[in-house]
């Protein structure tokens, strides 16, 4: 199945080379991490070292080689968030959680993440779980916003 | 191409669905409206229209009735039947959703009388609010693509060239190289096949800026328009949006754009039959803040390693594949169709002699009215912050404010009527960079501002360059110690000698600014530094390392009667007391994750 779909990304770019970034970002959309399998065929059928693929899938911040969870939860440490207090947030999530910040739960239903900067520092601290931006989050509405997903 | 017959409508209502307006329920808002609007018979006659960001996110979900310019703000979907029947069935405005300044006793209707839009002068923002981002028409009903009109039938590369120059537009990513000037050197570059590139640098990584990201949202046709005008003017026929991976919603509109502007033959071959040809392509990034420095964005397009590399040869040289690269940041080729049309000494009347035109900042942090606010340069930061942005809430007291994103630093408020342009912002110990503005109080530790910056390069630093990988590392742990209270007064002077270190050796701009917040705030905040080293204590109480919070018995008995909130809130089972009696707080416990400070209505918690 994975390499029924990997096929279709290398087709969708025609190979080429220059979009090697976006055929990882279309993998990473798909199962929400890089399968090892995936990586190691776009390798073979290119003909780009393993080494080269893997050096791109651990410098950008958008791919990850672990599964992550159904409702990804980014916490946002912009700086308009930090002054309004979003480690404190951050830190609630991983005791309510039970994870540290970059793990995933073991049902796989969350994970935790900081980004810097979701640009609605309007809203300040943020929090986006999956497409979803939560504003003006405090402590106290961190368990109601887990539990919302929880469902 | 045939365009349909635009029904008329006496009435449009301008929804907000920016970022942040979509975050606070803008579409159920716009639903409402729609069931609404059937329900009492009026679908011939109103229209609701969803557009980019308004720019007053404090208090969305926002919508604008035209015509009439009034504003109404913070709706629920509860108040839209009674909106509905009022304002648009009786013709009377329901003055209880309208914005009243606080202090004031009455609202104000119309949009352009309120202060925060008061004082902006929108150039690069000019459709913001009043079209439907997702259809070109609207964009051209407001004179979209006549400018492109312009360059392409009446104007040679030169000529575009001179007007820019003329203009005197800086580029508004950072760093505020001239543009004209950029543009001749990419047409003079010499291209071994003749192929040359248009970039333009969506990858706001500065955390608290989002201009870009509400033109790419707001108005995606005015940076087309600019790019087709800058591959006239210096020959290119492909061009590159480079936009962050984090802003899903431009990524969607700017692809939009670009296939009804194909279909309307703006983009690809023969372009409104004068021969000339331009396509672009959309590149997302991957979340890599170095990405914004123009030779890794260039890497990072051609599918390698996100890594700057030295310069010269400068990307108008030598840039995607080798071939001369014209690359402007999102709110630079929005400037460009209005300089084209308004011609280039409309634009330069507007500013200071050294920086030209106007700058949009995102005004964020401590302050009323977070927003995004374009404004003439050489305004003050004190009209930014009070006149605009409404001053400080809860009667705190301003502080500083930080400008440039993690290059930038920190200006103090006794600086508060310094103009805003280029030149006084680097003589101040700070920068444009992309224009966040982050707004601090009293309440913010500038030592935790310095580490919380630090820890953003050095986590964001690729690792290519000894002093960025290891002085930024240095100095986050000097910076870390501090802030726990295990700082020395010898750590001060280490902290510069690194800074200027790291600022004079790194290899690309990430590193060289980087030290900026730390020597800024130790050129204005030392004092707030020596405090954490000889008294151990956070006057800000944001150290949380040297916080201690306490119950005050009385407040907690006589005015809480025990209420037992804090207890049931606290993460550590730190709190003791039943419920009805005056609650205690066991330090060997306490994580000093503050809720109990948070939670209490009595005010009985205090920190020290």
Redesign the interface.
Known sequence: MIEAKVSEILNKYAR???????M??DLQEEYSYLPREALEQISREMGVPLSRIL??AT?????SLKPKGKHPIHVC????????GGQ?IL??FE?ELGIKTGETTSDLLFSLDA??????????P?VMVG?????KV???KVPVIIKKYKK | MAVEKEKLYRIHLMVCAGTACVSNRAFEIKEALEKEIKRQGLENEVKVVTTGCNGFCERGPLMVVQPGNIFYQMLTVKEIPYLVEEHFLKGRPVKKLMYQPPEEKTPIPVLSEIQFFKKQVLVALRNRGLIDPEKIEDYIAQDGYKSLVKALTQMTPEEIIHEVTISGLRGRGGAGFPTGLKWQLVRNAPSPDGEKYIVCNGDEGDPGAYMDRSILEADPHTVIEGMLIGAKAIGATKGFIYVRNEYPLAVKRILIAIDQARDYGLLGHDILGTGFNFDIRVVRGAGAFVCGEETALIASIEGRLGEPRPRPPYPAEKGLWGKPTCINNVETWANIPVIIDRGGKWFASIGTPTSKGTKVFSLVGKINNTGLVEVPMGITLREIIYDIGGGIPGGKKFKAVQTGGPSGGCIPAEKIDLPIDYESLTEAGSMMGSGGMVVMDEDTCMVDVARYFLSFTQDESCGKCTPCREGTKAMLDILTRITEGKGTEEDLSLLEELAYTVKETSLCGLGKTAPNPVLTTLRYFRDEYITHIRDKKCPAHVCRQLNVYTIDPQICLEKGHGCDVCRRNCASEAIIGAKGEAHKIDQSKCIKCGVCYEVCNFGAVKVD
Do not use: N, Y
Request: proline letters at 0%; hydrophobic letters at 40%.
């Open positions: 080429d080379e220059s979009s090697l970034i976006a990882l970002q050096s791109l410098f950008f911040r958008a791919f440490l912009g700086t308009a968030c930090h002054v309004r404190l830190e609630k005791r980004v810097r900067c979701l640009g609605c520092c309007g809203l300040a943020v497409e979803e931006v939560h504003g405090t402590q106290t």
